[in-house]
C-alpha cells in the first residue's frame, strides 16, 4: 500500500480514485432515499464491477465479518456461494436467484471480492464476462488492483459509506474540497 499524492490519470470520485481505462463506462449509482450517489459502477467490455467503500475500525478489517452475510443473504434468497482463493484472497463465488424474462426463476453469477485497508474497506461485485472468463476477469482485477480509497481523518462509524461525488472533470463542481481528504489515500498494491 503507499500514498498517492497526484492523481494522475486517476478519476476523482471523493472516496474512490479510479484509473481510466480504454473503453471504460462510469455509472454513479444513486441512493433515491438519501439522495446520495452509494456505489460506482464501471463497465469494461461486457464485464461490470460494482464498488463500494466503507469506513472500517482501526483494529481489524470487516472482509471476514461481512463475507458470511453476503453468502447467508444470497442462500436465503434461493442462490449460492461458495467461497474460493482469488487474486485479492477471499472471494465470494455466488449465483443469485432472480426472476428471469420467461418468469422462471434464473441464477446469475456474480463474484464478491473484498479488500480492507488502514480504517477502510472496498467490496467489489463482479458480473457479465468477468465471472466466466480468465480474461475478462483479469481485466477487472487489474482495474480493482489501481482503485485508491480515499478514507479521510474524519471519525465514522465502521460500514458506513464513504461518500462518493460526481467527478470534478464531469462539470459538477465537488461538493467538498479534495484538499481537505489529502490524507489516507491507499492504493491496493
Known amino acids: 500500500r503507499s500514498e498517492v499524492d497526484d492523481l494522475g490519470d486517476l478519476l476523482d470520485l471523493g472516496g474512490l480514485w479510479l484509473p481510466v481505462l480504454d473503453g471504460m463506462e462510469l455509472r454513479l449509482e444513486v441512493d433515491p432515499s438519501r439522495d446520495e450517489i452509494s456505489a460506482a459502477q464501471v463497465l469494461i467490455a461486457d464485464s461490470t464491477v460494482q464498488l463500494q467503500a466503507f469506513a472500517a475500525p482501526r483494529s481489524s478489517g470487516l472482509w471476514d465479518e ?3 452475510e453476503i453468502a447467508d443473504s444470497v442462500t436465503a434468497g434461493g442462490g449460492t456461494a461458495e467461497v474460493a482463493d482469488g487474486p485479492f484472497g477471499r472471494e465470494l463465488n455466488v449465483r ?5 424474462p420467461d418468469g422462471r426463476p434464473a441464477m446469475v453469477p ?10 477502510w474497506f472496498l467490496r467489489a461485485v463482479y458480473s457479465g464476462l468477468a465471472v466466466i472468463d480468465d480474461t475478462a476477469q483479469a481485466q477487472v482485477d487489474d482495474l480493482i488492483s489501481r482503485v485508491v480509497v480515499v478514507r479521510g481523518d474524519a471519525p ?7 461518500a462518493l461525488q460526481v467527478p470534478p472533470e464531469a462539470g459538477q463542481p465537488s461538493e467538498e474540497s ?12
Do not use: K
Open 66 to 68: 461481512i463475507r458470511p
Open 96 to 100: 443469485i436467484a432472480q426472476p428471469g
Open 110 to 119: 456474480a463474484i464478491f471480492v473484498g479488500a480492507d485497508g488502514p480504517r
Open 156 to 162: 465514522m462509524a465502521p460500514r458506513e459509506l464513504l
Open 178 to 189: 479534495s484538499a481537505e481528504d489529502t490524507d489516507d489515500r491507499d492504493d491496493l498494491n
